[in-house]
């Protein structure tokens, strides 16, 4: 049947075949499946298995890429959200009560996110550094 089909299309065929398969793979036994596929493919099922294999080991790995790409461009969004929101929150703590020491600084970028932005907030009720190390000793509970 599918000898008579031009390429393109028997691999359509077959492909729309091999979908429908598995989505009843529950029900049909591989055995079934195989002798399915020799009856429908004929002399030529080699050669469209190994185009078919070919079109979705490249379509895995491409899907596979695009999705590596999105989330390693997540975390590095994330991540230069984070230090930049901590970056902007020691400017500020700086401006308000002067230098900060190295370990204050330090343990602000070790914050989370979540925890920066509220220290961003918070600043403007501190009324001198010692506030800020008791703000700093509560969010480390």
């Known amino acids: 049947m599918v000898d008579k089909m031009p390429q393109q299309t028997a691999l359509k065929f077959v492909e729309a075949a091999f979908r429908y398969l598995g989505a009843a793979a529950e029900r049909v036994k591989p055995e079934e499946v195989g002798a399915a596929l020799k009856e429908a493919l004929g002399d030529k099922g080699e050669i469209y298995m190994e185009s078919l294999l070919d079109k979705w080991m490249n ?14 461009l997540q975390q590095g969004l994330q991540q230069g959200r984070h230090v930049g929101e901590a970056s902007l929150t020691i400017r500020l703590l700086t401006r308000r009560f002067g230098e900060l020491d190295a370990a204050t600084e330090e343990r602000i970028r070790q914050l989370p996110l979540e925890e920066v932005e ?13 506030a800020l190390n008791d703000w700093l000793d509560r969010s480390a509970r």
């Open 59 to 72: 379509e895995g790995i491409e899907k596979g890429l695009q999705q590596g790409m999105q989330q390693g």
């Open 118 to 130: 509220r220290l961003g907030e918070d600043l403007l009720d501190f009324p001198d550094k010692s």
